[in-house]
Structures are given as structure tokens and as C-alpha cells.
């Protein structure tokens, strides 16, 4: 895997190009901080790989939840006080 700056990609797309061919995967930074991930695609593929972006975005928000969640301690929560939790929503429904 290569990363490589915006500024390559403005200034030297062809270059971009080839590298992303041959690695398939590069790392796209903005002043040394990532700011995407380039897949090479063709045009079969094309369908395919935003359905799995789509998928990775939506289990890396689980996992941000689940992180969120163990830093306020509610993965400590008894079975008794998560169905507590769940009766009172719905009864304030």
C-alpha cells in the first residue's frame, strides 16, 4: 500500500494512476493526514465495490458505537437493567 499526497494526484495524475494500478490500493494524504482510501475499480467491478464501501462505513459506525458505548460504561450493564432501559423507552412511547 502507497500513500501518496493530494498534490500528486493534482499534479501528477498520470503518475497516481500507475501506482494505483500496480498496488491497487493507495492512501490519499492532505498535509500528512489521511484523507481517502482509491481502490482500482473497472467498470464490472464498479457496482460491487461502493456496495461494500457501503458496508464498511456501516460496521465502522458500529464499532464507533460500540467504543462510545464501553467508554460510558454501559457494556458493564446487568440483562436486568438493559431490559429496565428498554421498558422505560417504550413506555414513554
Known sequence: MVALSLRD???????????LIEERVVILNK????????????TQSLETVVK???QIRALQAVTEMRSAARARGLDRLSADEIQSEVDAVRASR
Open 9 to 19: 494526484l493534482r499534479n501528477e495524475p498520470g503518475k497516481v494512476e500507475r501506482i
Open 31 to 42: 498535509n500528512r493526514q489521511p484523507l481517502a482510501i482509491m481502490f482500482d475499480v473497472t
Open 52 to 54: 461494500l464501501m457501503s
